[in-house]
């Protein structure tokens, strides 16, 4: 009865939000100058207001001028008073629930959570919630529990009585009733810290139900998901949840996980990827194809700054009105959780118009460009899904690190650290794929391997099964909200992850032919 009901309404509501979402593209610019005027209105008699004259802004230009760039260590100072108690700082009032999280760029860091930002979070999820209801039925959807796979919702109150958690504890305090009654693995485990024991738990839990969605990082969806076929044995997972039929995912790229994840469901799934940062929901895939949708009516007005520009004393700051196809932007957000321009840390390429649809490419400071290849995380993502398509091979994870000359070999060069799934029956190959790959995308690093001039061929070195979950555990960095950088520009993480590994003994290097290790 509940399902029934409850799944009328989830159509009936996709339907709706469908119509909305064409509306909103028609009227793009129009949608985001609007936004924010009336963010610049309501923060004018803050401090923030106050010191940067939003009195006298009156159009995007007027903003641009007066309110610079500033990344989270520009804003530390301000929100550590407010963290404090201090109200009215960056946003009217006081705030009440702050996200910490692991920072790539400036360490962990505590992001504000205000009344009208938890809305907005709240917008992305449900529009996620309604795009899958869109593609498998609302009733199927509800007909069963919902797993979704996150931190712990336990929050901790700080001695100035804000709460601070995972933005899963933060967003899980409000869920709709007919949505808590589905959600799984429900309050009691998902409260619980230890990673490792809320795992244990929530396998043994969903290995007696009958889901019909599952959300989360496809990282630790996998991990997940694996324990319970260990425990189903030949009894397999396609059979244990026959009506799971969506995946909402986002955090990495889906694409490594994808064929791995069907062969334990024994069937393909509807995907609904979603771009949900902590300090705010960026984007959803509205599409089957095409990337990701930028929502542009959940109260956040966006700039986005090509990236050779970022470091510059006066970027260009483009919005929706001009922003170019095909060029690497990086992120900028002004948000009603009092944010005002500020770097997000990622980068994104659009893909098309009329709707805004991008796709993520890594982040600010995550690439390789020791030896001037410049080589970023979307790059290196291809790389690999071409070396595991051509060797029928499958990767649990990867990251890449430059590989530093050395007393006789004056070139450097790339280290892949890969965790294999299933090990390419010739290793070789699978190192020249992801040269020929990296050299077909890349102009910059093409001409530094051209006749190993600049930098030899990439060596990949094969890291026991696990070792990236110990490094994770040894670093604090175990569960949902954390992941594996895909590339580095130094040595720091190669280095611990290999001191995590049981073991790694060199096959032996070919400097003009890709490389192997294990």
Request: aromatic share 8%; net charge positive.
């Given at each position: 009865m509940?399902?029934?009901?409850?799944?009328s309404v989830?159509?009936?509501?996709a339907?709706?939000r469908r119509?909305r979402l064409?509306?909103?593209s028609r009227?793009?610019i129009?949608?985001q100058?609007a936004?924010?005027?009336r963010?610049?209105?309501?923060?004018?008699?803050t401090?923030?207001g106050l010191a940067?004259?939003f009195?006298r802004i009156r159009?995007?230009?007027?903003?641009?001028?007066?309110v610079?760039?500033?990344?989270y260590?520009g804003?530390k100072?301000?929100?550590?008073a407010?963290l404090a108690?201090a109200?009215?700082v960056?946003w009217?009032?006081r705030?009440?629930m702050w996200v910490?999280?692991s920072?790539t760029t400036?360490g962990?860091?505590?992001?504000?959570?205000t009344?009208?930002a938890?809305?907005s979070?709240r917008?992305?999820?449900?529009?996620a919630l309604l795009?899958a209801a869109?593609?498998?039925?609302?009733?199927?959807?509800?007909?069963?529990?919902m797993?979704?796979?996150?931190g712990s919702?336990s929050?901790?109150?700080?001695?100035h009585?804000?709460?601070i958690?995972?933005?899963?504890?933060?967003m899980?305090?409000k869920?709709?009733p007919?949505?808590?009654r589905?959600?799984?693995?429900?309050?009691a485990?998902?409260?619980?810290?230890?990673?490792?024991?809320?795992?244990s738990l929530?396998?043994s839990?969903?290995?007696?139900?009958?889901?019909?969605?599952i959300s989360g990082m496809?990282?630790?969806?996998?991990?997940v998901?694996?324990?319970?076929?260990?425990?189903?044995?030949?009894?397999?997972l396609?059979a244990?949840?026959?009506s799971?039929?969506v995946?909402?995912?986002?955090?990495?790229?889906?694409?490594?996980?994808r064929?791995?994840?069907?062969e334990l469901l024994a069937r393909t799934l509807?995907?609904?990827?979603?771009?949900?940062?902590?300090e705010?929901?960026v984007a959803v895939?509205?599409?089957r194809?095409?990337g990701?949708t930028?929502?542009?009516d959940y109260?956040?007005?966006?700039?986005f700054v090509?990236?050779?520009d970022l470091d510059?004393?006066?970027?260009?700051?483009?919005?929706v009105?001009?922003?170019e196809?095909?060029?690497s932007?990086a992120v900028v957000l002004?948000s009603?959780?009092?944010?005002?321009s500020?770097v997000?840390?990622?980068?994104?390429?659009?893909?098309a118009?009329?709707?805004?649809r991008?796709?993520i490419?890594?982040?600010?400071?995550h690439?390789?460009n020791?030896?001037?290849?410049?080589?970023i995380?979307e790059?290196?993502?291809r790389?690999?899904l071409e070396?595991?398509?051509?060797?029928?091979?499958?990767?649990?994870?990867?990251?890449v690190?430059p590989?530093f000359?050395?007393?006789?070999e004056?070139?450097?060069?790339?280290e892949?650290?890969v965790?294999?799934?299933a090990a390419?029956?010739?290793?070789?190959?699978?190192a020249?794929?992801?040269d020929?790959t990296?050299q077909r995308?890349?102009t910059?690093?093409?001409?530094?391997?051209a006749?190993n001039?600049?930098?030899v061929?990439?060596?990949?070195?094969t890291?026991?099964?696990?070792?990236f979950?110990?490094?994770?555990?040894s670093?604090g960095?175990?569960?949902?909200?954390h992941?594996?950088?895909r590339?580095?520009?130094g040595?720091?993480?190669a280095?611990?992850?290999?001191a995590a590994?049981?073991?790694t003994?060199t096959?032996g290097?070919?400097?003009?032919a890709?490389?192997v290790?294990?």
């Amino acid at each position: 009865m509940i399902a029934g009901v409850g799944g009328s309404v989830l159509d009936w509501a996709a339907t709706r939000r469908r119509r909305r979402l064409e509306r909103v593209s028609r009227e793009a610019i129009a949608v985001q100058e609007a936004t924010l005027r009336r963010l610049v209105a309501t923060a004018r008699d803050t401090e923030f207001g106050l010191a940067h004259g939003f009195s006298r802004i009156r159009t995007v230009a007027d903003y641009q001028s007066r309110v610079p760039l500033r990344d989270y260590l520009g804003f530390k100072p301000l929100w550590d008073a407010a963290l404090a108690g201090a109200t009215g700082v960056t946003w009217p009032g006081r705030t009440p629930m702050w996200v910490k999280t692991s920072g790539t760029t400036a360490g962990d860091k505590a992001i504000p959570v205000t009344h009208d930002a938890y809305r907005s979070h709240r917008r992305g999820g449900w529009d996620a919630l309604l795009l899958a209801a869109e593609r498998v039925g609302g009733e199927r959807l509800l007909g069963g529990p919902m797993l979704m796979l996150g931190g712990s919702t336990s929050l901790h109150t700080t001695t100035h009585g804000a709460r601070i958690g995972d933005l899963s504890g933060v967003m899980m305090q409000k869920l709709p009733p007919v949505i808590r009654r589905r959600y799984s693995p429900g309050p009691a485990i998902s409260q619980i810290e230890d990673w490792q024991t809320r795992i244990s738990l929530m396998v043994s839990l969903v290995a007696r139900q009958d889901l019909r969605l599952i959300s989360g990082m496809p990282s630790w969806t996998l991990i997940v998901l694996e324990r319970v076929a260990r425990r189903r044995g030949a009894a397999g997972l396609g059979a244990l949840w026959p009506s799971l039929r969506v995946f909402i995912h986002g955090g990495v790229s889906l694409a490594p996980y994808r064929r791995v994840l069907e062969e334990l469901l024994a069937r393909t799934l509807e995907y609904v990827e979603v771009y949900p940062a902590s300090e705010a929901f960026v984007a959803v895939q509205t599409e089957r194809t095409g990337g990701l949708t930028l929502m542009l009516d959940y109260g956040i007005f966006y700039e986005f700054v090509p990236l050779e520009d970022l470091d510059m004393a006066r970027p260009r700051r483009h919005t929706v009105a001009d922003v170019e196809l095909d060029r690497s932007y990086a992120v900028v957000l002004t948000s009603p959780a009092g944010l005002w321009s500020y770097v997000l840390g990622d980068t994104v390429r659009f893909t098309a118009r009329d709707p805004l649809r991008l796709v993520i490419t890594g982040r600010v400071r995550h690439f390789v460009n020791a030896f001037g290849e410049n080589v970023i995380v979307e790059e290196v993502e291809r790389a690999l899904l071409e070396a595991c398509r051509v060797t029928a091979s499958d990767v649990a994870e990867f990251t890449v690190a430059p590989r530093f000359p050395e007393p006789g070999e004056p070139r450097g060069g790339h280290e892949w650290l890969v965790e294999f799934r299933a090990a390419p029956a010739d290793p070789r190959r699978f190192a020249e794929a992801l040269d020929a790959t990296l050299q077909r995308l890349n102009t910059d690093y093409r001409t530094k391997r051209a006749g190993n001039l600049g930098m030899v061929a990439p060596v990949v070195r094969t890291v026991p099964a696990g070792a990236f979950h110990r490094w994770m555990a040894s670093a604090g960095k175990l569960g949902d909200q954390h992941k594996v950088p895909r590339v580095t520009n130094g040595r720091t993480l190669a280095e611990a992850l290999l001191a995590a590994s049981a073991s790694t003994a060199t096959l032996g290097d070919q400097p003009r032919a890709a490389a192997v290790s294990s």
